[in-house]
């Protein structure tokens, strides 16, 4: 088989590091696997994220006015990250999937902060930055 050196390398390292007395060897490959179940874990849960076209919003406080309106409607009992544009009139909310957020609670504290809602898209996937807020509202 043309793998099988790797393989013995493989494990030759892995009996090298059990009977080895590096301490440093040992931390290192240890946090590499705590990294690794970490970065899977986090990345692992599923979210669901809605962007919508905002109009009305003319300044800083409007956006302030519309993040701190999803943060009280939704932030008390979902873990929600939320991006608003006023520049942009856009508003993004991510949230877990297992979360009865849909479409129409967006579109209702948009309209109740006093701004218009035009067209709404929700995605299988966080939003994790305006860059990537803009791109989806762009594929509607």
Known sequence: YPHTHIYRYIL????????????????????IIITAFGIFYAT????????????GMMCIECQKKLIK????????????KVIVS?????????????SNIDEDTFKKIVTQ????????IRKK????????????????
């Open 12 to 31: 030759k390292f892995i009996i090298f590091f059990l009977v080895s007395k590096m301490r440093i060897m040992k931390i290192f490959f240890i946090s």
């Open 44 to 55: 692992s849960k599923a979210t669901d994220s809605i962007v919508g076209s905002v109009e």
């Open 69 to 80: 309106a999803f943060q009280d409607e939704l932030g008390k009992e979902h873990d929600i």
């Open 86 to 98: 006023w520049e942009d009139g856009l508003g993004s909310i991510t949230f877990p999937e297992s």
């Open 113 to 120: 902060s006093g701004f218009e809602v035009n067209d709404v």
């Open 125 to 140: 996937n966080p939003i994790r930055n305006l860059p990537q807020a803009k791109k989806t509202l762009s594929e509607i």
